[in-house]
C-alpha cells in the first residue's frame, strides 16, 4: 500500500492529464452515440422491421472485438483520436438505441389518444407525453453505454489517443502492478462517478437534461475557442514511441534536447504508441513528427533490398545507407544518423536452461526443440527475421504461444515457456539472470536506432535535424541497458532517466528545463 501511494503521488500530474483525455474520449463518443441512437430510435418507431434491422446492426458492431475494429480503422481514419471515438461510439449505439426504442414504444397506446384527442401534433405528443415517460429508461440506456466506453476507452492507449490505459499498459510493460492498478481503480472509478451523475439526471425533467447539455457544450467550445485565440504562437512537434522502456528513454531525449536548444517550440510526447505498423502509418499520415525506428526494421518491414544489398548487409555491410535510401525513395521518409548500439533481435533462455541442455547457440536448439515451449510477442512471430526465419534459416518448428512483449521474460522466469525473443539491451536480460543465444547463422539483421521522420518535415526543420543528430554514434548497448534497468527494475522515470544521461555526456546542461 505504501509502494501504491508512493506511486500516485509521483505520478498525480500524469494521472491527471490520462484522466482528463480518458473523461475527454468518453464525453465525445457518448454524445455523438446519443446524438445518433436516440433520433434514430425516435424515427423508426413506426416501422419496426427496420427497427429490428438497426438493433441487430448495433448488436453486431458490439460484437466485434475492440483491437480488430481499432485495427480496421486505422487504414482509413489514421491513429489518434478519431480511430478511438469511433470505436467507442460503436460500442455504444445498441444499449442506447434499445433503450429510447423500448422506452417510446411501450407507452400505453391511451396515452397517444389522449394526446391525438387534445389536438396534439406529432411532435408536440414526441415533446410533452413521450419522451418525457421514455426518460428513465432512455437514461438508463445512457447509463450502460457510459460504463462502457469507459472500460473500453483504456484501449485508445495502444493508438496513440491517450487515456488511463497509458496507466495499464506501462504497468503491464514494466511489471509494475501499481501503476496498473492505479489505471484500473481511477477507470472504475470514473465509471462509478459518471453512472451516479446520470442517476441524478433521471430525476430531472428531460428540458432541464437538454439545456444543462446544451451549457456544456456552448460552454466547452466558447473554452476552447479562447484558448486557442490567447495561445502563443508556438511550433508543436509530436514525438512518438513504441512500447517499452527503451523507446519512452529516447523520445524523452528528443524532447529534451529540442525544447532546451530551441525557442517557441513545444514538444508533445505519445509513449507507448503501439506496434510498429501503427507508428509507420501514424507518421505517413502526418498524425505524428518523429519517432524512433531501426534500421533492421526498416529493412525488414518497410522496404525491399535488392539482392545484392541483402547479401551484403548479410556480410557485415552497414545497413544504415540502405535503410535511409531506400526508406525515403519509397515512401518520403528521412532516417537521421543512428546510434551507436545494435539492439538486435535475440533468442532468449535461462542460464539453468543453457547450461543443463549444454546450450550456446540458436543452432543448438534443434537438438532440444522436441522439449522447447516457446512464447513470442506477435511481431516476432510474423516477421523474416524473427519466428520465419527460424524455420527457414536455422530449420526450428517451435510449439509456440503468442503473448505480450511485457510478459514473455516473465513466463520464462516462472518456467511457463523455456525460450522466448528479446533484444539486446532489455534489462530483463540481466534481472533474470538470462543468456541470449549467438546467432551463429547470422539471421537478425543489423538494428541500429534513429529518429525517423517525413522528408518535408526534415526539410522545413532543419533546426530539429541538427539537434538529433547530436545523437549520432552514442549510447552504446550497456549504457542502454543500464538506462533500460534504472526504468524497469528501480523504477526511475524515463523522462529522468534520459536527462541524467544527457548531462552526463554534455548534451545537455544542468540547468535545461
Not at 377 to 393: A, H, P, S
Amino acid at each position: 500500500m505504501t509502494a501504491l501511494i508512493k506511486t500516485l503521488i509521483d505520478r498525480r500530474s500524469d494521472l491527471l492529464t490520462a484522466l482528463i483525455q480518458h473523461l475527454e474520449l468518453s464525453m465525445i463518443a457518448l454524445l455523438i452515440a446519443v446524438a445518433i441512437a436516440v433520433p434514430l430510435a425516435i424515427l423508426v418507431i413506426p416501422h419496426r422491421k427496420v427497427a429490428e434491422v438497426l438493433m441487430q446492426v448495433t448488436s453486431i458492431l458490439q460484437t466485434i472485438p475492440s483491437l480488430a475494429l481499432l485495427g480496421l480503422l486505422i487504414p482509413f481514419v489514421g491513429i489518434g483520436n478519431t480511430p478511438a471515438i469511433i470505436a467507442l461510439i460503436a460500442y455504444a449505439l445498441l444499449p442506447i438505441f434499445t433503450n429510447t426504442y423500448t422506452g417510446i414504444s411501450q407507452i400505453d397506446p391511451l396515452y397517444h389518444e389522449a394526446a391525438t384527442a387534445f389536438g396534439m401534433t406529432r411532435w408536440q405528443q414526441l415533446r410533452k407525453v413521450e419522451l418525457p415517460m421514455a426518460m428513465p429508461t432512455i437514461l438508463s440506456g445512457i447509463r450502460t453505454a457510459t460504463v462502457m466506453i469507459i472500460g473500453t476507452a483504456t484501449l485508445a492507449a495502444l493508438v496513440g489517443a491517450g487515456g488511463l490505459g497509458t496507466f495499464i499498459l506501462l504497468g503491464i510493460n514494466r511489471n509494475d502492478s501499481d501503476l496498473t492498478l492505479i489505471g484500473a481503480i481511477a477507470a472504475a472509478g470514473l465509471a462509478v462517478i459518471l453512472s451516479l451523475v446520470l442517476a441524478g439526471l433521471q430525476k430531472l425533467k428531460w428540458k432541464q437534461i437538454l439545456i444543462g447539455l446544451s451549457i456544456l457544450i456552448v460552454a466547452g467550445g466558447g473554452g476552447w475557442g479562447i484558448k486557442q485565440l490567447t495561445a502563443p504562437t508556438v511550433v508543436n512537434i509530436t514525438i512518438a514511441g513504441k512500447l517499452g522502456s527503451e523507446p519512452d528513454i529516447l523520445i524523452n531525449m528528443y524532447k529534451l534536447m529540442i525544447e532546451a536548444k530551441t525557442t517557441r517550440v513545444h514538444v508533445t510526447l505519445k509513449p507507448n504508441f503501439g506496434q510498429t505498423t501503427f507508428l509507420y502509418r501514424a507518421l505517413k499520415a502526418k498524425k505524428i513528427d518523429v519517432y524512433p525506428e531501426f534500421t533492421g526494421t526498416v529493412l525488414e518491414s518497410f522496404v525491399k533490398p535488392t539482392a545484392k544489398q541483402s547479401a551484403a548487409i548479410a556480410q557485415g555491410a552497414d545497413s544504415y545507407p540502405v535503410a535511409k535510401q531506400l526508406i525515403k525513395r519509397q515512401d518520403h521518409l528521412t532516417l537521421l544518423k543512428p546510434l551507436a548500439y545494435n539492439n538486435t533481435y535475440a533468442v532468449v533462455v535461462t542460464k539453468k536452461f543453457a547450461e543443463e541442455n549444454h546450450v550456446q547457440t540458436i543452432s543448438d536448439l534443434r537438438r532440444v526443440q522436441s522439449n522447447l515451449k516457446a512464447g513470442f510477442d506477435l511481431e516476432f512471430i510474423d516477421r523474416r527475421d524473427g519466428n520465419v526465419g527460424l524455420k527457414q534459416v536455422y530449420g526450428l518448428n517451435l510449439a509456440i504461444s503468442s503473448m505480450d512483449p511485457s510478459l514473455r521474460y516473465l513466463a520464462l522466469n516462472k518456467g511457463d515457456i523455456n525460450v522466448t525473443d528479446g533484444y539486446s539491451t532489455d534489462s530483463q536480460l540481466a534481472q533474470y539472470h538470462l543468456i541470449a543465444l549467438k546467432d551463429d547463422r547470422h539471421l537478425f539483421p543489423e538494428y541500429r536506432g534513429a529518429p525517423l521522420m517525413r522528408t518535408d518535415f526534415a526539410q522545413s526543420h532543419p533546426q530539429i535535424v541538427k539537434i538529433l543528430n547530436e545523437l549520432a554514434g552514442k549510447i552504446t548497448e550497456t549504457q542502454m541497458q543500464a538506462m533500460n534497468y534504472a526504468v524497469n527494475v528501480q523504477k526511475k522515470s524515463a523522462a529522468s532517466v534520459a536527462k541524467q544521461f544527457l548531462i552526463q555526456h554534455h548534451l545537455l546542461t544542468n540547468g535545461s528545463k
